[in-house]
């Protein structure tokens, strides 16, 4: 079953622009990814944030958790044309080691 | 290099005809996983694996079966392919509980393309 929505499915941005994706799910989780999927190719991970963290960045990407709605967004500032791609998040449970569940994804596309 | 590789990349097929999608990590990882990813449906798990000889199901695992003999490899076997099994297969691997950490990035290997006609 799909734990996380992402919204919006589709994004189209000029380069230079900042990309905001957001994620909405359903149950209690102990962690949240986001991952990154170039077209047809494996997902490529790119940020983990704890339950008990709000905030968390890594290079241009910026992450934050709203455990009391629920939803989790994933900033890209300054954004380049190799930005382009689908943007997932994952989510885990307690008790569910390492089982991830998947949301549907963002389809980002980033314009010269 | 760290990576998960699968074989083969592109597999085109017909119903019933058994086939076996082998996965393998060289980083000395407890957990792998299959997924499937299908339009509007994102990623779906079909078996994972804690440890060898350690495998469960996942969402949806009817028509698949897979194995962990070895650390190191995770395969994936349909033994009576249909078509509703034409998707695209992820193989994942991650560190498990024994790395001491309750949870862990997964890395993907860069999939499988199967068409069963």
């Known amino acids: 079953s799909q734990q996380g929505e992402e919204d919006p499915q589709a994004l189209s941005i000029q380069e230079g622009e900042n990309a905001t994706m957001n994620c909405s799910y359903k149950t209690s989780i102990n962690n949240l990814q986001w991952y990154r999927q170039n077209s047809g190719r494996g997902l490529v991970h790119l940020i983990l944030i704890r339950s008990n963290e709000r905030e968390k960045h890594s290079g241009r990407l910026r992450v934050t958790l709203d455990t009391s709605k629920k939803s989790s967004s994933l900033l890209i500032t300054a954004s380049r044309a190799a930005d382009t791609a689908s943007y997932f998040c994952?989510?885990?449970?307690?008790?569910?080691?390492?089982?991830?569940?998947f949301g549907t994804g963002t389809q980002l596309k980033v314009e010269l | 290099e760290a990576q998960v590789t699968q074989n083969p990349r592109y597999l085109i097929t017909v119903t019933g005809k058994k086939l076996t999608v082998t996965c393998s990590q060289n980083?000395?990882?407890?957990?792998m996983s299959w997924y499937r990813q299908d339009p509007g449906l994102g990623l779906r798990q079909i078996y994972y694996?804690?440890?060898?000889?350690?495998?469960d199901k996942g969402d949806v695992p009817e028509g698949y079966k897979v194995s962990r003999k070895e650390k190191r490899n995770f395969p994936l076997i349909l033994e009576s392919p249909s078509p509703n099994q034409t998707s695209l297969y992820f193989c994942?691997?991650?560190?498990?509980?024994?790395?001491?950490?309750?949870?862990?990035?997964?890395?993907f290997g860069p999939g499988t393309r199967l068409t069963v006609t």
């Open positions: 980083m000395n990882h407890e957990y």
């Open positions: 994952a989510t885990g449970v307690t008790g569910g080691g390492n089982k991830l569940t």
């Open positions: 694996s804690m440890n060898v000889e350690v495998t």
């Open positions: 994942a691997s991650s560190w498990g509980l024994a790395g001491g950490r309750r949870f862990y990035e997964q890395y």
